[in-house]
Structures are given as C-alpha cells and as structure tokens.
C-alpha cells in the first residue's frame, strides 16, 4: 500500500508530484505525465489581475479535467483583493487545491511584486494567503516559495510559519534563493528546516530527476511529498520509475522505441488540443521532441532537427531514423564486445 499525505481533505499518494512549469506543464504534458503515474499536479501559473479582467487565456489555463485530478490551479499576484476575487473565479473550475506562487523569479513577475518578491514582505504574503484562505472556502489554499530572496536572505523558515498561521494548508519548498534562478544545486537542508518547523505538509522541489534522487529528496527532508519539475521534460517515465517502487513492482526503462512511441503519442496530442494549424502546433511540439531524444547516441544532432520539425509526418520520419541510428549503434558496440 502506498502512503498517502492529507492536504486539507485531498489525498494524494506519496510518490512523486509533477511541478507547476509555466510554457511546460501544459494541459498535453500533464496528461502524459499522469498517464505514466504523477500522483498530484499544479497548472501553470496564471495571473490573479489577468483573470479579474478576464484574460481570454483564463479557460485553457484553470480548466481542470478529471484525468487530471487530483490537481492545483495555481495564481500569481501581489493584491489581496485581486487574489480573493481570482479565486471566487477559479473556484468555478473546482481545483482540488489552489496554489499561490511566491517563488517565480522572472523580472516580469517579480516587478510587479508578486512571484518570488513576497519573500521580501512577509506580511504582505501572509496577507494575500489569508486573503486566499478566506475566499476559497472548503478548497485547500498551498503556497509555494523558495529559501530567500537571495543568500544574505534565506528566510523560508520564518516566512513558512507566518503563512501556516495565514492558513495554508501545505506548503511546497524549491531549495534555491530568487538570485539563483535555476542554476547551483538546490538545498535539501532548508526543505529539512521548514518541514520541522511547521505542523502542515511540506512537499519539496528541486533537483529530483530519477527515483534516487527522488528517495534522497524524502529521506534528507522529511517531506511529505516530492515534486519533479525539469527530470520530467520527455521523461514521464521518471514518475512509472518511482511510482513502481512505491508499489513494489518492478520496473523496466523504456526502450527507444517506446520513448519515440511516447514523444509520437505526445505531438498527437499537442496537435489535437491546439486551436492553430499543424504547423504552429509543431512550433510547440519541437522541445518536447527534442527532450524525448536526450541521453541516447547522436541526440545533439536530432535535437537540432526536431527544431526544425513542421507536421506529425516529419516527426514519425526523424523518429524512424532516430531509432535506426540507436539499433546501428547497439550492433557497433555488440561486435565491439564481441572482438
Ligand atoms: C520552465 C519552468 C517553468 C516554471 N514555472 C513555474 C510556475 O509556473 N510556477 C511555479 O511555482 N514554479 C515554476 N517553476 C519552478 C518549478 O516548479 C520547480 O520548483 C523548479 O524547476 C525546481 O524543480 P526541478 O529541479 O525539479 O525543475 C518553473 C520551472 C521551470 C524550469
């Protein structure tokens, strides 16, 4: 039996979670990465303000299907009242949780006084959680944040217990400050420190790419649950990995056949969720191509190819010949052995 962690009333099993990623995490790539065992999801981010004045985008961005649930709608804003009445709003969509982001480092973002810039007023960020809290009723309120503003500012402890005292009901942890963006390494300590810290569940974030670093993220921390962001770009299968673990079944890598099936199954979809023609869909699919063929021999080369990608056609192509170039190699370093 897998364990399960409580997050006001959801249930969600303690494998591993697939992380918010803005221009990522789409609708097609949570679909995938459920498909493959992702216990708990988070949409991209979506502007509090923007959905006041009700951007057209808010639809394609709150949706929440079943497939996809259990499942957080997450809102970034700096206002109070902005933030309760998008909620008022994104309750219509029934999330199972709402998740405020207080950790996006981008100058957009951060400008404005949202994102990652709550982290220097938390009275402020206590304010719009229990703005949050207040508007949203039965639905669970989380938020999520980094260690600091930047080194000279870790302050993730004392900025976690003022919003357990705002009422959220979990909180998720990415171990970089605002300065480090994405680069160094994340910091499973603080993760440790604002778990002991607080009575709520802590999910954790960074740096989780396979079921190892998975096991260390929940044995370093304590958390409640673990979040993969960037491990599962063309990588779903990251979250068969760790939730065969969890189930005490065995595991088996795919093959690069059944990464290029997966990747093909992928575009399909992206194609027939757009609204624009093939080709500017594939505008779309040609990252997530691209990262389906890391790791594997010759991938630099058919990375650049998968740029230039436009229809499904051409995709099935590269496939077939990326998979011809992996059986190529395989005999190369059978009869290598072999002498
Ligand atoms: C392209 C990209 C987009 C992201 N968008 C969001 C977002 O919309 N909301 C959020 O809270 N975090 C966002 N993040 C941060 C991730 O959720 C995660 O915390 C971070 O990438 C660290 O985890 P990882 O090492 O597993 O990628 C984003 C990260 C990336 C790489």
Not at 150 to 159: E, G, H, L, Q, R
Request: hydrophobic share 40%.
């Amino acid at each position: 039996m897998i364990d399960t962690v409580n997050i006001g009333g959801v249930s969600l099993k303690k494998t591993a979670a697939l992380a918010p990623m803005a221009g990522v995490a789409d609708y097609a790539y949570r679909i995938m990465c459920r498909e493959f065992g992702a216990s708990y999801m988070v949409s991209e981010m979506v502007s509090a303000k923007g959905i006041c004045y009700s951007d057209r985008k808010t639809a394609e961005l709150c949706t929440v299907t079943d497939g996809e649930r259990p499942m957080a709608v997450q809102l970034f804003g700096s206002e109070p009242d902005f933030m309760a009445k998008a909620v008022e709003i994104v309750l219509q969509y029934e999330p199972d949780i709402i998740d405020i982001n207080m950790g996006c480092p981008v100058p957009k973002v951060v400008n404005t006084g949202a994102g990652s810039a709550l982290m220097k007023d938390t009275d402020l960020a206590a304010s719009i959680t229990e703005a949050a809290v207040k508007a949203a009723g039965k639905t669970p309120v989380t938020v999520k944040f980094r260690s600091g503003w930047n080194a000279d500012s870790v302050n993730a402890v004392k900025f976690a217990k003022a919003l357990e005292n705002a009422g959220a009901a979990a909180l998720t942890v990415h171990g970089r400050t605002r300065d480090q963006f994405y680069s160094g390494i994340s910091d499973s300590g603080i993760i440790k420190a604002v778990k002991e810290a607080v009575n709520i569940p802590v999910i954790g974030s960074g740096d989780v790419t396979d079921l190892a670093s998975c096991l260390k993220m929940y044995e370093e921390t304590g958390c409640d649950l673990v979040m993969i962001g960037r491990g599962s770009y063309g990588n779903p299968f990251v979250f068969r990995e760790i939730d065969s673990w969890f189930s005490g079944k065995p595991y088996t890598p795919p093959t690069v056949e059944e990464k290029m099936e997966v990747m093909l199954r992928h575009i399909r979809l992206i194609i027939s969720l757009s609204e624009k023609s093939e080709e500017m869909a594939m505008h779309e699919a040609r990252k997530h191509a691209a990262w389906y063929m890391n790791g594997c021999y010759g991938s630099a080369k058919f990375r650049g190819r998968c740029y230039q990608l436009s229809s499904y056609e051409e995709a099935v192509s590269l496939s077939e010949e990326f998979i011809e170039l992996q059986r190529w190699h395989s005999a190369q370093k059978n009869k290598q052995n072999f002498v």
